[in-house]
């Protein structure tokens, strides 16, 4: 089967640091676009982040320059470093497959495949 599994998720005061992982099995996401959306109750789901096949990454305005995607193809795993987090970074973050090799977007019609989510929340 097909899944990409989130986890890293937690609770962080505001300032604070939390890394996300995304794993894939039953396929080798070597060649795949891999994004972070999030959604939060009664927002619409955003992008975050996007990393390509050669590990070149966008961030959404909002993320840039506190949130840091990486890739190690050998452990077939995405990371997504979260700094600086802010109260309005909480919601569930999800991790997506696309269906090229460098990153165009986030177009959710374009994202097949997706993990169950893992919760963050920023409070004090």
């Known amino acids: 089967q097909l899944q990409l599994v989130e986890s890293g998720g937690g609770l962080v005061q505001p300032g604070g640091s939390l890394r996300l992982s995304c794993a894939a099995s039953?396929?080798?996401?070597?060649?795949?676009?891999i994004a972070w959306f999030r959604q939060a109750p009664g927002k619409e789901r955003e992008g975050v982040s996007c990393?390509?096949?050669?590990?070149?990454?966008i961030y959404a305005d909002s993320v840039k320059g506190r949130f840091t995607g990486s890739r190690d193809n050998a452990k077939n795993t995405v990371w997504l470093q979260m700094n600086s987090l802010k109260p309005e970074d909480t919601a569930v973050y999800y991790c997506?497959?696309?269906?090229?090799?460098?990153?165009?977007?986030?177009?959710?019609?374009?994202?097949?495949?997706w993990g169950q989510g893992t919760q963050v929340t920023v409070s004090s």
């Open positions: 039953g396929f080798t996401l070597d060649y795949y676009v």
């Open positions: 997506a497959r696309g269906r090229f090799a460098s990153c165009s977007g986030y177009d959710v019609n374009a994202y097949f495949y």
């Open positions: 990393i390509s096949s050669g590990g070149s990454s």
